[in-house]
């Protein structure tokens, strides 16, 4: 049997360790050895190369930061301007008084929006506006029209806040020098772009005067192309206490340096690379500004990235292993041709089966994989043959499992009482609801194991139409599906079951404390949910007790399963034969009392 245990040593063990000897020693040696030794021997290019990238960006993005610079310095130098925001200072306390409102409007048409920049690609460009304070008097601040959704996102920002405790730092650290300092990023909103603002502080005659820069960062975003081109994706501008004022990446390695880590990226002079090389990552820092802006560039180049564009070379070594490994394989197959010969005759006994009912002559023996293979390959023809049996008992309990004879007797019966008693219109619902379910049971064949969810729904609701009156009216069903659902494929004949054990087992027995007949409501509930079909079936019966649950819902159906809920076993195999694995059935008690059956299956597309 294909179960037993082989004593020859086999073909594909001889082929498997032939060629896994050979192709893991050389992939281990590409793998390991080759880029690390790469990365060694290139290692000094790619540090000249990275410090002259790094320096060109940072060239460029200092031009940009001393034009900002120079813009603020511009409106100091104004004596107009200056005037102005002497006058606005001093009226602050008397922000309703005309004074105030018009030195503030006359403030306003000085504080322009400033483009600058060329349109050629690659150019330098700037997009600056400028917000007013004097004395920290809130009152005082004033803006160009349109830039007040920045102006309210700037002075209500932490940044902010800290604002005076960064600048007295800045000022013991640089005394007697013009205060300035940039702020971190600002994310975009609706109705803001992202933003980073550079601030001036100056002392005009006894008052201060603070000019707040809003720069778009996408300014700064186009500085950094650079990196990008260079496959340098992760980046970020550091501030005064190194603090991370943008990162590129969600994870940054820069963001994951501690302050003193991130110290040591920067040398004191302006626009000179330094490099830290750490296990997997090599760490570039260089400040873009005056030391007193402390404005700095990091970036991280990983490993991987910079042997990235010799890929292909790597690439090649894999080709060549490839070619070798199938050099290999063909050479073991010529010497493993008598094994193989057994091979091909499986696989043309394979080829010709069409009816697994034939038997298989000349059966192959043999105590190698392919052995194996024939004797699981014979076995498996034996299975499709149970299987198929298997299949006909399923159809022919999809056949057999219809209307009781019992039922349609009690339903005759009630008819013909119903008649006695002259209810006319009783004796019509009644009989269209039995020769519709009698109908539908015309129309099944073995091929037909599914019918739409809309057709399922009204058979039941004949069932229960009848049931109702058996039940002297005293039961009541609600059946909520979407409209979406209403056409979708579903298997048939399976509610019937589950509800006909709801009223036998649960509603029917279920009485109050004087022994009468408490009405039965039934709920079903059928909705899509990930590609699966998903049906709830609620009743306010008895219920089951757990042993009564695992017995019935969990443990494996059986064919000869006797007794009551015969109907729960019976489905179970059905569905299991229909959807396999993607069946899946469960039951409960919930709190409001009764029984909670749900099952599900893989959506069955309509074709």
């Given at each position: 049997?294909?179960?037993?245990?082989?004593?020859?040593?086999?073909?594909?063990?001889?082929?498997?360790?032939?060629?896994?000897?050979?192709?893991?020693?050389?992939?281990?040696?590409?793998?390991?050895?080759?880029?690390?030794?790469?990365?060694?021997?290139?290692?000094?290019?790619?540090?000249?190369?990275?410090?002259?990238?790094?320096?060109?960006?940072?060239?460029?993005?200092?031009?940009?930061?001393?034009?900002?610079?120079?813009?603020?310095?511009?409106?100091?130098?104004?004596?107009?301007?200056?005037?102005?925001?002497?006058?606005l200072a001093k009226e602050a306390g008397q922000a309703d008084s005309a004074d105030f409102g018009e030195a503030q409007e006359m403030l306003r048409l000085k504080l322009e929006e400033e483009k600058l920049g060329a349109k050629e690609p690659g150019s330098i460009k700037s997009t600056r506006n400028v917000i007013f304070l004097a004395d920290w008097e809130e009152s005082t601040i004033t803006c160009r029209e349109g830039m007040e959704k920045y102006r309210d996102i700037l002075f209500r920002s932490d940044w902010y806040?800290?604002?005076?405790?960064?600048?007295?730092?800045?000022?013991?650290?640089?005394?007697?020098?013009?205060?300035?300092?940039?702020?971190?990023?600002?994310?975009?909103?609706?109705?803001?772009?992202?933003?980073?603002?550079?601030?001036?502080?100056?002392?005009?005659?006894?008052?201060?005067?603070?000019?707040?820069?809003?720069?778009?960062?996408?300014?700064?975003?186009?500085?950094?192309?650079?990196?990008?081109?260079?496959?340098?994706?992760?980046?970020?501008?550091?501030?005064?206490?190194?603090?991370?004022?943008?990162?590129?990446?969600?994870?940054?390695?820069?963001?994951?340096?501690?302050?003193?880590?991130?110290?040591?990226?920067?040398?004191?002079?302006?626009?000179?690379?330094?490099?830290?090389?750490?296990?997997?990552?090599?760490?570039?820092?260089?400040?873009?500004?005056?030391?007193?802006?402390?404005?700095?560039?990091?970036?991280?180049?990983?490993?991987?990235?910079?042997?990235?564009?010799?890929?292909?070379?790597?690439?090649?070594?894999?080709?060549?292993?490839?070619?070798?490994?199938?050099?290999?394989?063909?050479?073991?197959?010529?010497?493993?041709?008598?094994?193989?010969?057994?091979?091909?005759?499986?696989?043309?006994?394979?080829?010709?089966?069409?009816?697994?009912?034939?038997?298989?002559?000349?059966?192959?023996?043999?105590?190698?994989?392919?052995?194996?293979?024939?004797?699981?390959?014979?076995?498996?023809?034996?299975?499709?043959?149970?299987?198929?049996?298997?299949?006909?008992?399923?159809?022919?309990?999809?056949?057999?499992?219809?209307?009781?004879?019992?039922?349609?007797?009690?339903?005759?019966?009630?008819?013909?009482?119903?008649?006695?008693?002259?209810?006319?219109?009783?004796?019509?619902?009644?009989?269209?609801?039995?020769?519709?379910?009698?109908?539908?049971?015309?129309?099944?064949?073995?091929?037909?194991?599914?019918?739409?969810?809309?057709?399922?729904?009204?058979?039941?609701?004949?069932?229960?139409?009848?049931?109702?009156?058996?039940?002297?009216?005293?039961?009541?069903?609600?059946?909520?599906?979407?409209?979406?659902?209403?056409?979708?494929?579903?298997?048939?004949?399976?509610?019937?079951?589950?509800?006909?054990?709801?009223?036998?087992?649960?509603?029917?027995?279920?009485?109050?404390?004087?022994?009468?007949?408490?009405?039965?409501?039934?709920?079903?509930?059928?909705?899509?949910?990930?590609?699966?079909?998903?049906?709830?079936?609620?009743?306010?019966?008895?219920?089951?007790?757990?042993?009564?649950?695992?017995?019935?819902?969990?443990?494996?159906?059986?064919?000869?399963?006797?007794?009551?809920?015969?109907?729960?076993?019976?489905?179970?195999?059905?569905?299991?034969?229909?959807?396999?694995?993607?069946?899946?059935?469960?039951?409960?008690?919930?709190?409001?009392?009764?029984?909670?059956?749900?099952?599900?299956?893989?959506?069955?597309?309509?074709?």
């Amino acid at each position: 049997m294909a179960g037993e245990k082989r004593s020859n040593i086999t073909l594909i063990k001889k082929c498997f360790l032939a060629i896994c000897g050979v192709t893991l020693v050389l992939l281990l040696v590409v793998n390991l050895a080759m880029p690390d030794l790469l990365y060694h021997f290139l290692k000094p290019r790619m540090k000249q190369n990275v410090s002259v990238l790094t320096e060109s960006v940072s060239t460029r993005a200092s031009y940009l930061l001393h034009q900002n610079c120079q813009y603020l310095l511009r409106f100091f130098r104004d004596p107009d301007f200056e005037k102005k925001a002497l006058l606005l200072a001093k009226e602050a306390g008397q922000a309703d008084s005309a004074d105030f409102g018009e030195a503030q409007e006359m403030l306003r048409l000085k504080l322009e929006e400033e483009k600058l920049g060329a349109k050629e690609p690659g150019s330098i460009k700037s997009t600056r506006n400028v917000i007013f304070l004097a004395d920290w008097e809130e009152s005082t601040i004033t803006c160009r029209e349109g830039m007040e959704k920045y102006r309210d996102i700037l002075f209500r920002s932490d940044w902010y806040r800290q604002l005076g405790e960064e600048l007295e730092e800045i000022e013991e650290a640089y005394p007697g020098s013009l205060l300035r300092c940039y702020s971190p990023v600002f994310e975009g909103t609706e109705d803001t772009e992202e933003f980073i603002s550079f601030v001036l502080c100056q002392e005009v005659k006894g008052h201060t005067f603070f000019l707040f820069l809003i720069e778009p960062f996408s300014d700064f975003q186009a500085l950094f192309s650079g990196f990008r081109d260079a496959d340098i994706t992760d980046y970020a501008l550091v501030g005064n206490h190194e603090e991370v004022l943008f990162q590129n990446q969600k994870n940054s390695v820069i963001k994951t340096l501690s302050s003193d880590e991130r110290k040591r990226l920067f040398d004191k002079n302006q626009n000179t690379a330094q490099l830290f090389e750490t296990d997997r990552e090599m760490l570039i820092g260089v400040r873009i500004s005056y030391q007193i802006e402390q404005l700095k560039i990091a970036a991280s180049l990983s490993k991987e990235a910079f042997l990235r564009p010799y890929q292909m070379w790597i690439n090649c070594c894999f080709l060549i292993i490839v070619v070798f490994a199938v050099i290999l394989v063909f050479l073991i197959a010529l010497i493993l041709r008598h094994g193989f010969r057994n091979l091909s005759i499986l696989t043309e006994q394979m080829r010709k089966i069409r009816d697994y009912r034939q038997p298989i002559s000349a059966k192959i023996q043999s105590r190698d994989e392919v052995g194996i293979l024939a004797d699981t390959f014979y076995e498996m023809m034996e299975e499709i043959k149970k299987q198929e049996e298997g299949k006909k008992q399923i159809e022919y309990s999809l056949m057999v499992s219809q209307i009781d004879p019992h039922f349609i007797y009690n339903t005759l019966h009630t008819i013909t009482y119903l008649a006695e008693l002259n209810q006319t219109e009783d004796i019509m619902i009644l009989n269209r609801a039995l020769i519709g379910m009698l109908k539908d049971r015309l129309k099944i064949s073995k091929l037909q194991a599914f019918d739409t969810l809309k057709r399922e729904k009204q058979q039941l609701e004949d069932y229960i139409t009848i049931q109702s009156y058996l039940c002297s009216n005293c039961l009541s069903m609600e059946f909520a599906i979407k409209e979406e659902c209403e056409n979708l494929l579903y298997p048939k004949n399976v509610f019937q079951p589950f509800v006909e054990n709801s009223i036998l087992h649960g509603i029917l027995l279920h009485r109050d404390e004087k022994g009468g007949f408490i009405p039965g409501e039934i709920r079903i509930r059928v909705w899509k949910e990930n590609g699966s079909v998903v049906t709830e079936i609620w009743d306010n019966g008895v219920g089951m007790s757990q042993e009564q649950i695992q017995l019935y819902f969990y443990d494996t159906p059986r064919n000869d399963s006797q007794g009551e809920h015969i109907g729960i076993h019976n489905i179970r195999i059905r569905m299991a034969y229909l959807f396999g694995e993607d069946f899946h059935i469960w039951a409960k008690t919930p709190e409001n009392g009764g029984l909670l059956i749900g099952f599900s299956f893989k959506e069955r597309k309509n074709t």
